[in-house]
Structures are given as C-alpha cells and as structure tokens.
C-alpha cells in the first residue's frame, strides 16, 4: 500500500501570510491531485499535476510536482478567510486507483 | 440539482444492524467509488467499480459489501454494523480518461452505538 503524508497536520495563520503545505510518498506517482474540502461537502479538485516539475497556478495558488514525481507543494500567497478547509492530495500510483493523504487542516484568521 | 447524491446525510443505529447507503450520479461515468473519512486518516477506498458488471476491492472493503444496480447506482451496505465503522462516507464517480478528476457526493455521517 502506498503512503502520502501531508504537513502540516494543522496550520492556522493570519490573514496576508503566505504558506506551504507539503505532500511526500516513498513511490513514483503517475499524477497527483490536489483536493479542498468544506465542511459538510465532499473534496472538490483543484488541480492534477503530471510531469516532473511542473509548476501551475490558481490564481493565489501555486502548485509544484517534484522533479523525481515523488513529492508536491502547494503555495498560497497573500491567504484569506476563504481559503479555510481540508486541503488533501491524492495521487495515482499507475494504477486506477486514487490514494489520498492525511490532510492539512487550514484556518485563515482575519 | 447535485451531480452526485447520497442517501441518507445522517445515521444513527445500533451495533448489528444491517446499513444501507446509497449513491446516486447523473454525470454518466462509469467508475464509481466509495471511500471512509476518519479524523487524521484521509479518505480510504472501500470499494469500487468500473461498469456494472465490475466490483472491485478497495484498502478497507472487510465489513462492507456493495451492489451496482445501474450505471448511475453504487449501494454500500454494512452488513451488522459495530462502532469502529463510524464515519464520514463518501461516494465519487470519474469519467474513463487518465488522471480523472472524482467527484465527490456530500457524504454520509453515520454513528454506530
């Protein structure tokens, strides 16, 4: 079985700061996807990354795919209130099947 | 209307009883899946299922069974609940191109005393 871990766990910060969360596994990942979810709802996509060392962005989020296709960041600039919730990645392992991380629990304070 | 529907939001039942959950999907994809949310643990596959005729074991399927009764049907059952089976449950569904993106259902909350 392959591991995603996610850190941090827990992140809370202020309102205008700028954060990193991280997504390691041990395997080669065929793609990876990064996931938000809302209390109450289920996650919702925000981006699949494919080649090694792909970069995109959305709007004030950057996503990164390392070189190796073993680990990925995502980068919020400039953070507000409504970028609170459970930020998850997912990745495929060259099979059909998607394995989730842990999470990173976000809270933006105003 | 919602893409992806799960029936019921919320349960609460007692230890051995039997649990249905239900899921349902106007996206016409194929694949459908069911995954367990557990604080600190992430999403967990249980099941899933490529067509109607495919069921497939997921990292967690002991203590569950499923039924595809149509494409755009995946039912999770518990056969005789116990309380280390309450959880967040949630059904996605994917279209068949690589690296699709699943959409999520709002989720089942059900508590097993």
């Known amino acids: 079985t392959q591991l995603l871990e996610q850190s941090p766990q827990f992140l809370s910060i202020q309102e205008g700061e700028n954060l990193t969360v991280y997504c390691n596994s041990s395997?080669?990942?065929?793609?990876l996807q990064w996931y938000r979810q809302e209390p109450g709802e289920g996650p919702v996509l925000l981006v699949t990354v494919v080649t090694g060392g792909e970069v995109k962005k959305l709007k004030r989020l950057t996503f990164q795919f390392g070189d190796a296709r073993k680990d990925s960041s995502l980068h919020i600039t400039a953070a507000q209130p409504g970028d609170t919730g459970l930020y998850l990645c997912?990745?495929?392992?060259?099979?059909?099947?998607?394995?989730f991380g842990t999470g990173t629990r976000l809270t933006i304070i105003p | 209307d919602a893409d992806v529907t799960q029936t019921p939001r919320n349960r609460i039942t007692k230890t051995g009883k039997r649990i249905m959950l239900e899921c349902s999907q106007t996206?016409?994809?194929?694949?459908m899946y069911w995954y367990r949310q557990d604080p600190g643990l992430g999403l967990r596959l249980i099941y899933y299922?490529?067509?109607?005729?495919?069921?497939n074991k997921g990292e967690i399927s002991d203590g569950y069974s499923v039924s595809r009764q149509a494409q755009a049907k995946f039912s999770l059952s518990l056969e005789s609940a116990i309380p280390n089976q309450t959880a967040l449950y949630f059904c996605a569904t994917a279209g068949q191109k690589s690296y699709n993106e699943q959409f999520f259902g709002p989720g089942t909350r059900l508590t097993v005393l």
């Open positions: 996206k016409g994809h194929d694949r």
């Open positions: 997912a990745g495929y392992f060259g099979n059909e099947k998607l394995t």
């Open positions: 395997s080669v990942f065929s793609s």
């Open positions: 299922s490529f067509d109607v005729k495919d069921i």
